[in-house]
């Protein structure tokens, strides 16, 4: 009988083992568009990216962090209305529901490069690489775009570092 509980259970185990391995990782499952990082003016510490990150898979995901070597730190940052102001507050996750797409812009939800190592002017690129809950990676090079270059505003709020 112990022979038979055991086997039954290493087959389960297998299976298991296959429908995750057959599940796609976070970064298999979304696509990122429209990513840029934006121009900052001389002696600013600090600047943006932002995207529309889609989940094209029937599974919720979450961006949970990110790096760059344009920078010292990289958060998930987004704007809260705090005694009647709007404040940027760091988070620990955007979530991507399954089969949706979640913006990323100037107001909202949006990655902050905190403590850049070098000016970001117009014409250059940074090196980005986004980091989900399953541990998958993501690497991109993302434009660097001057701040109003076709840049909408969620909510037009305006959006200071």
């Not at 022979?3 to 976070?26: D, K, N, P």
């Not at 943006?48 to 949970?64: E, Q």
């Not at 005694?83 to 797409?101: F, S, T, V, Y």
């Amino acid at each position: 009988m112990k022979r038979t509980v055991s086997a039954i259970a290493m087959g389960m185990a297998l299976l298991g083992g296959m429908s995750t391995a057959l599940a796609g990782s976070a970064a298999d499952d979304v696509t990122v568009e429209g990513l840029y990082a934006r121009a900052v003016p001389p002696q600013q510490p600090n600047s943006a990216a932002f995207m529309t990150i889609k989940n094209n898979s029937g599974t919720d995901h979450a961006l949970v962090g990110g790096s760059t070597p344009a920078s010292n730190v990289v958060e998930l940052h987004t704007h809260l209305k705090e005694d009647g102001m709007m404040k940027m507050r760091q988070i620990p996750r955007i979530d991507l529901p399954a089969n949706e797409a979640v913006e990323l812009a100037p107001g909202g939800l949006h990655v902050m490069l905190i403590g850049l190592k070098a000016q970001l002017e117009p014409g250059q690129e940074v090196e980005l690489t986004l980091e989900f809950e399953d541990g998958s990676t993501m690497q991109f090079t993302a434009p660097v775009k001057k701040a109003g270059m076709g840049m909408k505003m969620k909510g037009g709020m305006k959006h200071d570092m």
